[in-house]
C-alpha cells in the first residue's frame, strides 16, 4: 500500500477540515495517509513516504499561512525526487481575485522545485472569508483526493 503524509496550515479551520475530506478520498483510492498540522511536522519525515499532499490558506494578501511559513523555508534543498505530490488549499475569490489561492500555488511550485511529480493539479476551494467549509466542498475535496489516489 503507497504511504502518503498529509501536511497542512490552518488558522481558522478550514484547511484542516479539508485536510480531512482529502485524507478520506486518499484512503478510498487505497492510499494509506498519515495527516499533520505543520506545527508538528518536520521536513525530515517526507522521506519515509512515497506521496506527499500539502495544504494551506492564503492570508495577507497572497501569503502562506503563518505557521507553514518555517515549514516551507526549511523545505529549501530537500530532495522530493520519485515522490507524487499536490496542493491544496481554501482562498477567497471574491474579495482577493488577483491572490486567489496563492499560497496553494506556492505549495505546489515548492514540491516541484524539491523535484517531486505533481500527480494532480491543484485543488483551489472558495470560501467567503468568515465562513466555514460545507458538505458540497467537502466532497469536492475527497473527490479530488479519490482522483489522485487514483493517477498514482
Ligand atoms: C485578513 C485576511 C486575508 C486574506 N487573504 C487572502 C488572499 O490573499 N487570498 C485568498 O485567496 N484568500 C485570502 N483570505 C481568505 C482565507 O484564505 C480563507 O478565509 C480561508 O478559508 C481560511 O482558511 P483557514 O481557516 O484554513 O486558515 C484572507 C482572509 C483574511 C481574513
Given at each position: 500500500?503507497?504511504?502518503?503524509?498529509?501536511?497542512?496550515?490552518?488558522?481558522?479551520?478550514?484547511?484542516?477540515?479539508?485536510?480531512?475530506?482529502?485524507?478520506?478520498?486518499?484512503?478510498?483510492?487505497?492510499?494509506?495517509?498519515?495527516?499533520?498540522?505543520?506545527?508538528?511536522?518536520?521536513?525530515?519525515?517526507?522521506?519515509?513516504?512515497?506521496?506527499?499532499?500539502?495544504?494551506?490558506?492564503?492570508?495577507?494578501?497572497?501569503?502562506?499561512?503563518?505557521?507553514?511559513?518555517?515549514?516551507?523555508?526549511?523545505?529549501?534543498?530537500?530532495?522530493?525526487?520519485?515522490?507524487?505530490?499536490?496542493?491544496?488549499?481554501?482562498?477567497?475569490k471574491?474579495?482577493?481575485p488577483d491572490?486567489f489561492?496563492?499560497?496553494?500555488?506556492?505549495?505546489?511550485?515548492?514540491?516541484?522545485?524539491?523535484?517531486?511529480?505533481?500527480?494532480?493539479?491543484?485543488?483551489?476551494?472558495?470560501?467567503?472569508?468568515?465562513?466555514?467549509?460545507?458538505?458540497?466542498?467537502?466532497?469536492?475535496?475527497?473527490?479530488?483526493?479519490?482522483?489522485?489516489?487514483?493517477?498514482?
Amino acid at each position: 500500500m503507497l504511504k502518503a503524509i498529509l501536511i497542512y496550515g490552518s488558522t481558522t479551520g478550514n484547511t484542516e477540515d479539508l485536510a480531512q475530506s482529502v485524507a478520506s478520498g486518499l484512503e478510498e483510492g487505497g492510499v494509506e495517509v498519515a495527516v499533520k498540522n505543520v506545527t508538528a511536522a518536520d521536513v525530515g519525515e517526507l522521506a519515509d513516504y512515497e506521496v506527499v499532499v500539502l495544504g494551506a490558506s492564503t492570508w495577507g494578501d497572497g501569503e502562506l499561512q503563518d505557521d507553514f511559513v518555517p515549514f516551507y523555508d526549511r523545505m529549501d534543498n530537500l530532495s522530493l525526487a520519485g515522490k507524487k505530490a499536490a496542493a491544496f488549499g481554501p482562498g477567497d475569490k471574491e474579495s482577493f481575485p488577483d491572490t486567489f489561492c496563492a499560497a496553494v500555488d506556492m505549495l505546489e511550485e515548492k514540491l516541484e522545485q524539491c523535484g517531486a511529480e505533481i500527480s494532480i493539479g491543484p485543488l483551489k476551494i472558495h470560501t467567503e472569508t468568515g465562513d466555514e467549509v460545507d458538505d458540497a466542498i467537502r466532497v469536492e475535496a475527497r473527490k479530488w483526493a479519490l482522483g489522485m489516489a487514483r493517477s498514482l
